[in-house]
């Protein structure tokens, strides 16, 4: 009901250190009053002798999450997303006290309308028997919520209906993840995050540019090498050695399933918990699919006339033949290793621009106190780290906005994906360019000792390293 600190879980008061009520909040209770929720919930707990010992559930929390777009699209309002999950909770808890809460406000003001459901574990009244029910008991008083998954699959078919029905948005909540994020890597991150940008303060006090701005997890840090290996990998066995040579990553395979070693880390972690793209059958089938690109690729550009001598005895003409597609193939790996780094140029400044639009976002609330507080100098003593983290963030994204407005956030990340899938591109046409390139090199070398001639050649891997 009333306004708290995300970072500090602390609440927020105004200059009369009064709480602060939040701007649209509602709440309702079902099979019981929502202000005595707590004392209601123990009526059935006493009197069916569930909910003593400390390490019972007591309690389940489901949240529905509307995004932005419903608001300013499809007119969802506080109001209607409240009754939505009345709606909701009566239909898939029927029996149990639940206690429904809607605010307008989700994580770092991100517009997002929050449904937050609350039932007590323990069912109070009998009701009729439902399709989803499982056991002759999940319709009877007395008997604690029982969650399975086909009940969780239930669960998510039912929000899915009901958000067709009223035209918002929906994604698929059945088909497994690309990328999983848990809610408690979620947080790890924001955490992370926070204590990284308190370190930089003291780097940007001193000058100094700090090495790191962005804090992964380590499952990220295993996505974006996996990402990055597999788009290159024509098999298993290439995946796994290119895993540990750059990122000493290791890859374990049981019963054909994948699991990945990271270096800070004792143990493995699944494929499955990462999200689809990081299983074993996607990879294995994205393999293949560049081993054949790999093997097209080739057939198109070896030369017709060494194709068509290929099986006779080396004529002289094959020398210059080869010279040309050599240096024919060196000046293309030359131009997408320039490709791909312009690429790597503009994501890091995206990458940038979203790490600092998400730092304003993350402390504009506690800034905008502190342009209300009085005295001011307190509230910045005590609020130091968060108004520094905002003034910082605002400066950059000032200094790099052409117009003075701060970006998108919408925008950046779509502008992200787009130039992800060119840096995708970008990166396998340039190794297979310096691949092949190489393979020519080998080729050209031995022709020159077959017809005893020396030539003065450079690969790419000579010249220049590699920024694969």
Known sequence: ????????????????????????????????????????????????????????????????????????????????????????????????????????????????????????????????????????????????????????????????????????????LLTPAEKKITDWEYHAKRRGQKKLNERNIQIFADDLIPRKTEFQTQKEILRSAIEDTASRSRSQEDFQRLLLEKYNIKLKVSQGRFSYHHPERNKYITGRMLGTHYKEDYLLSL?????????????????????????????????????DSFSDIKKQASSSRKDLKSIEDKLRGINEQIHYTDQYLANKSVYQQFCKSKPKGQFRKEHSAEITLYETARKFLKEHSADGKLPSMKLLKAEKERLLQKKKEARNKYHYYHDYQKELHTVCSNVDIILGQTHGRQTEKQKSTDIS
């Open 287 to 323: 393999f293949e699919i560049n081993a054949k690109e790999q093997e097209s690729e080739k057939k198109q550009i070896i030369p017709k006339e060494y194709k068509a001598e290929i099986k006779s005895p080396i004529p002289s003409k094959a020398a210059p033949t080869l010279e």
């Open 1 to 172: 009901m009333f306004q708290y600190d995300e970072s500090t879980n602390k609440p927020i008061l105004n200059e009369n250190g009064e709480l602060i009520p939040r701007k649209e909040y509602f709440m309702d209770g079902i099979n019981c009053d929502p202000f005595t929720f707590d004392m209601k919930c123990r009526e059935p707990n006493t009197l069916y002798h569930k909910n003593k010992s400390y390490d019972e559930i007591k309690s389940h929390h489901y949240i529905i999450s509307f995004v932005p777009k419903d608001a300013t699209e499809n007119g969802l309002t506080g109001e209607r997303a409240q009754q939505l999950g009345i709606e909701y909770a009566k239909k898939n808890f029927p029996g149990h006290q639940a206690l429904v809460c809607t605010h307008m406000d989700g994580h770092n003001e991100s517009g997002n309308i929050h449904v937050h459901i609350v039932i007590n574990s323990l069912r109070k009244y009998d009701v009729e028997r439902q399709d989803f029910m499982e056991r002759t008991c999940d319709s009877h008083a007395g008997y604690k919520h029982h969650v399975s998954k086909d009940y969780l699959i239930h669960l998510k078919q039912s929000l899915m209906d009901m958000c067709r029905r009223e035209h918002l948005h929906q994604v698929d």
